[in-house]
């Protein structure tokens, strides 16, 4: 089921190489988009304004109450083609859109949301959207959703989600299934890699051929080096397909700039 979001919250946009997943490497416009239906409590916590809120890696596009303050509110799809086209002028070719968050699919029913995806639809861009796949759109009321590619993050264990909340299988079947080329993307640290995380992703994704990229838990290098050559030996036994995350290698950061 869809959480509707009334207002549609820009967090940030950048351009930038998507670092992570089946287009690692690839120019992309990136649209980060405010608020998210979980929390991951599993990964730490910090304080920010005297609160403790969870440490997800993006929690300024997370917590609305803290931050919504600094989002844009979107009132017209025109405002963010407008994002996109600045962008492209200053480059020679055509480049990948990828919509993050937070949750950008709690805007499902946005019409803002679903007017600016038609328009990248009709317009020939590839776009991908980065979720955490427990919210489906109507693709029937919305076929536009079937030509957008959706980077399936579905939290682990590690997430510290109770599964009910954060494995919703109905979601993810349409997201496999109905989405261009959807594939699957879990992130593990070293713990998860050589305990338990296999039978995690089995239990997730058996009775899809979508592709399963698995990532080393990192938001800096030193995080990302430790837990990478675990994560490259569980990819060799599973086959599963090593993803690095080139933005931290690059520039030693979460945020892909
Ligand atoms: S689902 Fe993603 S954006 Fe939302 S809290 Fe978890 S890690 Fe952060």
């Given at each position: 089921?869809?959480?509707?979001e009334?207002t ?48 997800c ?36 070719y ?82 496999a ?32 051929s979508?592709e ?19 994560v ?17 290698r ?8």
């Open positions: 089921m869809a959480l509707e009334s549609l919250y820009l967090v940030e946009h950048f351009f930038s190489i998507q670092g992570e997943g089946r287009y690692c490497g690839v120019p992309s416009v990136f649209l980060r988009f405010g608020g998210c239906n979980l929390r991951c409590p599993g990964f730490g916590c910090r304080e920010v304004d005297g609160k403790m809120v969870y440490g890696d993006t929690i300024r596009a997370v917590y609305g109450g803290l931050y919504r303050k600094s989002w844009h509110p979107v009132t017209k799809e025109q405002q963010i083609e407008s994002i996109v086209a600045e962008y492209e002028n200053s480059v020679t055509r480049p990948d859109i990828v919509i993050t968050g937070g949750e950008p699919m709690i805007y499902a029913s946005n019409p803002v949301f679903n007017a600016m995806l038609e328009k990248f639809a009709a317009a020939g861009y590839r776009v991908t959207i980065e979720t955490n796949a427990t919210i489906a759109p109507s693709f029937l009321e919305h076929p536009f959703y079937g030509g957008v590619t959706f980077a399936m993050a579905v939290k682990l264990s590690g997430s510290g989600e109770p599964k009910n909340r954060r494995v919703v299988p109905e979601a993810i079947k349409a997201l299934l109905k989405g261009r080329e959807s594939f699957f993307k879990f992130t593990l640290d070293a713990s998860l890699a050589e305990n338990g995380g296999a039978e995690q992703i089995d239990e997730i994704c058996t009775g899809y979508n399963i990229y698995c990532m080393p838990l990192g938001s800096d290098e030193r995080e990302l080096s430790a837990n990478a050559p675990a490259a030996e569980f990819c060799l036994k599973y086959g599963y397909r090593y993803s690095d995350r080139l933005h931290v690059l520039w030693n950061r979460e945020e892909r700039r």
